[in-house]
Nanobody, 124 residues
């Protein structure tokens, strides 16, 4: 089972990036998929999550209105569109998935599978 995150990079303040997370070795049917991020010296924080059906979507307050999470179950993938990026969005972004998340979508321990992380750097 592997989650592969991609799409990170260097962007100026106000710019956009689209992260992708592709899963292999497992269908993740019924699983919630999410993004977390970790800045240097800080804890890993919740960013966004989406249910299997896509009818439940959650965002951290800090990214609400700027980030959009989506998923393509046929491709076993999910995406994070990040607009109006700020310097405080700089972090390593990790995708995660798990079938037993329930209502605890912001709790990293509820996710069973993690990608390797992709660096997002926003310069001013």
């Amino acid at each position: 089972v592997q989650l592969q995150a991609s799409g990170g990079g260097l962007v100026q303040t106000g710019g956009s990036l689209r992260l992708a997370c592709e899963a292999s070795g497992h269908t993740f049917r019924g699983s919630t998929m999410a993004w977390f991020r970790q800045a240097p010296g800080k804890e890993r924080d919740f960013v966004a999550a989406i249910s299997w059906s896509g009818n439940r979507i959650y965002y951290a307050d800090s990214v609400k209105g700027r980030f959009t999470i989506s998923r393509d179950n046929a491709k076993n993938a999910n995406y994070l569109q990040m607009n109006s990026l700020k310097s405080e969005d700089t972090a390593v972004y990790y995708c995660a998935a798990g079938p037993r998340v329930g209502g605890f979508y912001s709790v990293s321990g509820r996710y069973d599978y993690w990608g390797q992380g992709t660096q997002v750097t926003v310069s001013s």
